[in-house]
């Protein structure tokens, strides 16, 4: 659907490279099909692989421990020496006054939506909620987007941040930050959403208001108290670095283990239980270095600490960034929103954490995560040959500006 969306942007802004497009519109239930026909490739894919495997048995229900090494699903009870949780998590609907009287969306409802929305409106400025925005302007609705905080994407440099947030603000997503919501109303087919920010009241009506404000771990229904195993203050599973829980025999992998919650560290998370528990190794979660990315245009690729992480970690460093409109390929292809920036650990020249605000962000940085680890300092990619003209020819001109900073 981000690639629906985008080739929507690309055809409304034709004449910035010169083509000629007529009126431009979006089909949404042939996007939606696209999407389920996907997903439903996906799924069965992997359904059929369950099914080829003796002694794998697919059950479809609800799992509940009933003691420590059992399980009860629907009228099956499961008995098992190794338990595995990988429950995932689910939107967290905040406490706002009206909302459970509205009809308001969360990330599942709005991948069905048959009509395009006239207003959408978003309760939170995290990645899902920038996803959407970006995607359902780019569709054709009107989009805005109320954040808590005083930045989007919160757990990223405020300079990050901010230049995603001019990007978003080009193609007119309207962002309200330090926003605090206090009620939502219904109002005949539309829904309105009053807010406090630091310059006064604002009550905000739209025909969709999508709930994008966090997540909460599926564990409080999972019978964890019956199993003894305990859990955060967050409702996530305490794990060790191998992934155990308290109790012997059971694991928590992915999300429910309180993350990162991303696709691909679920999947890391099964192969450290693998390697320790069939192949006899000593994996554990220590030092893993994270890459993700975030979906927007630009997108944010990164990996490792971010510059306030490595900082809090007390690290004396050195930092590079440059702006995209200083990478020729950037200019070429009309797309300079963006940024590179380096964090490197100062006492070895390592990298500590990358952030490439770009597009294919999320491709250029895994050179950089590559090059963490291999545990290769920074310096290996400076006045290195890079293909001409590609977006990764940038790092030439960052890392050139990587400087010790107080
Ligand atoms: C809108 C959106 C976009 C995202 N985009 C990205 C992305 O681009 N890249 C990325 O890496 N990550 C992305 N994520 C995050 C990613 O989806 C999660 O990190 C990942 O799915 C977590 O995997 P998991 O194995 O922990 O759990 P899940 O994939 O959530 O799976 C958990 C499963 O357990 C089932 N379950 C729960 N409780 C029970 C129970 N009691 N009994 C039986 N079954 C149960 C659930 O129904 C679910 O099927 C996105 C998430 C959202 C919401």
Redesign the pocket.
Known sequence: MVACAQVAHYSRQAARWGVKTGEVSVDLPAVMAMKEQLVQRFRSGIAGQIEQRENLRLYR????FSAAHRVRVGDDELESEHIFI????RPLIPAIPGLNSVDYLT?CGILNLAELPEHLLIIGGGY?GL?FGQMFRRFGSRVTIVQRRGQLVPREDPEVAEVLQGALEAEGVRIICNAQARRVEGRGDAVSLEITTPTGEETLTASHLLVAAGRQP?SD??GLEAAGVEVTERGTIRVNSRLETNVPGIWA????NGGP??????DNDYRIVYANLIEGGERSTKGRIVP??I?TDPQLGRVGRTERQARAAGYRLKIGGIPMSWVARAMERQETAGLMKLVVNAEDDRILGAAILASEGGELVQLLHALMLADAPYTLLKGAIYIHPTLAEGFFTLMENVKPVD
């Not at 229900?61 to 509940?64: D, F, H, K, T």
């Not at 990988?86 to 998590?89: C, F």
């Not at 919650?261 to 679920?266: G, R, W």
């Open positions: 229900g609800q799992a509940r990988n429950t995932g998590t990330n899902i996803e599926n229904d999972l992998l992915g999300d429910v919650n991303f696709t691909n560290i679920s993700y990315a979906f």
